[in-house]
């Protein structure tokens, strides 16, 4: 469909041109100066290890805040309400604190070069293949999100296919990883939040105005589809699926907030690879805390503008109301830029959408390159080369990434509610391998074959409990089956993996220091603090008990 027969047109001007022109010079120039800085695979891969932990942790945060956040959450929003902000306030910040707190000083502590990297070393080989494969396979399908999403916004503003969009927004992405590595991602990805936020906050405001202030909103909300319900965070039983309020919150909480939630913050080598590529431990776990302060407070400028655009854009009103109609809820953020924004805004507005879509997809390239070079390629297909083999393999496997995403572009295309997608993929690929990871780290007694069996294990529950909701045998309406999906593949797992370590043979002691937590010397699971981190709010644990501190107020207020 074209941009000027869609009812979705966004009226740019030259103007709204000139804004977005600046941005694309801004990313790509970043790309040319971070290229002068790789030298080999380590600096191509993770950015030498060297950079500070408030630039690590605004990338942390900048590259989540792509399609899944930008446009899934605000079509939560404008299809459920308020509870959406659960994905945040109870299904973000906890694991990310849990992260940097516990986590990090095994990962940077071991100096692996990716997640996989760490399975292999507690693992052993059979483990490391699943979760590297896996992990490969999850990003090319949630590249494939951000890029069918940038292309929309492509399309919308000049009028161009669908296909020609996809492929000239995945060029521009591929110019800068290909030049500059992760550092190109990360110092784009800082860009892109102070983008993304100069962007979304005016949207929030405007709408917010429209509607009478926050009072309005409610008045509005209550006398809707969804009711009054919708203004409270909890029960949430229509997000979660279950009818029954108990259920609904444990659900909430045990299927968001601790599987998927724990499952794709502490294990997805997405986020991780950004604390990794900190100066020092203390940086990597200060990053993902310093990530959370911002995270937690981002429902505000993209949830809310969902739940506006459900009740002031009338096709969006019919389409709540009867389920059918020429838009859907992906569309919200469209419409209301449409609707609110006067040119100038307008294309501040869609140059924060495309950062957020950009900053999403080249997360997903970049960790998608790490994770294919080093523990693919060099491990089990071509050994033993020089580093700068690997260096030029990488940017050779992200065109080839960029090219699969392209073509899982299409299976995103088919979702009203991208969210719906993105969390059966959680279910499948992060809550299983969360599950290997906390028993594997907790239970020295866990052996290498109880951890490739359960990970297998794991995933195939997750898959089969989709198939029985999507066939009708399982009736959970909202995101339920992804969370009865999470909950299942996570207990599974722990299952199979203690009743095989059981029957198998555990590895000694010493080959689990730095792997177990109970077989790590304190002293190696902490930091010694260096030059210029003696501050009190450089304290990882500090700075952690403030954020969950916020998290809480914020439950209550919204609760």
Partial sequence: MLANESILRLDATAIDYIIIALYFVFVLGIGYMAKRAVSNSLDFFLSGRSLPAWVTGLAFISANLGAIEIMGMSANGAQYGMPTVHYFWIGAVPAMLFLGVV???????????SVPEFMLRRFGKPAHLVNAISFAVAQVLIA??????????????LGWPIWVSVIAAAAIVLSYITLGGLSAAIYNEVLQFFVIVAALLPLTIVGLHKVGGWQGLVDKVSGGPGGAEQMSAWPGNELSGFNNSFLSVIGLVFGLGFVLSFGYWTTNFVEVQRAMASKNMSAARRTPIIGSFPKMFIPFIVIIPGIIAAVVAPELA?????????????????????????????????????????AGMAANLS????VMSYDIIERYVIKDRPDEFYLRTGRWVTVAGTLIAIGTAAIASGYSNLMDYLQQLFSFFNAPLFATFILGMFWK????????????????????????????????????ASFVGAGAAFVVDVLISVVVSMVTTAKRDE?????????????????????????????????????????????????
């Fill in 318 to 358: 019919q389409f709540k109301a009867t389920g059918s109609g020429p838009v859907d809820y992906n569309d919200a953020i469209l419409i209301l830029m449409r609707d609110l924004l006067p040119n100038g805004m307008l294309g501040l507005a869609i140059t924060g959408l495309l950062a957020s879509f950009m």
């Fill in 367 to 370: 960790s998608f390159n790490t």
């Fill in 103 to 113: 986590m990090m000083p095994f990962y940077y502590g071991s100096k692996v070069r």
């Fill in 511 to 559: 080959e689990l220091k730095g792997l177990v937590y109970s077989l790590t010397p304190k002293e190696d699971r902490t930091e010694v603090a260096q030059e210029g981190d003696h501050g009190w709010y450089r304290k990882p644990t500090l700075l952690a008990g403030i954020s969950l501190a916020m998290v809480v107020v914020l439950n209550i207020v919204f609760g």
């Fill in 445 to 480: 007694r866990m052996t290498a074959t109880a951890g490739w069996v359960g990970l297998v294990s794991g995933t195939t529950t997750a898959v089969v409990i989709f198939i029985l909701s999507e066939n009708g045998v399982i009736n959970l309406p909202g995101q339920g």
């Fill in 144 to 157: 494939g999100v951000n890029l069918f999403l940038l292309a929309t916004i492509v399309n919308v503003l």
